[in-house]
């Protein structure tokens, strides 16, 4: 029992929420992008049709 309270604790401690330091625009009141979001987006596509081309095989 010793130790599942451990574990509770240290899952508690774990997942507590840290103020965030961002610069402004990274909050509620309004947001702005960076290149790298564009270029993640790129990525993501292209593993997306990687994956679709893939998938189908030799039909």
Known sequence: MR???R????SALITTATNA???GGHAV???HWHASDAW???VVMALAAAAVLFS???R
Do not use: T, Y
């Open 21 to 23: 330091l961002a610069h």
């Open 3 to 5: 130790s599942l309270k």
């Open 40 to 42: 993640g987006f790129v």
């Open 56 to 58: 189908r095989g030799d």
């Open 7 to 10: 574990i509770a604790v240290v």
């Open 29 to 31: 009141e309004g947001a």
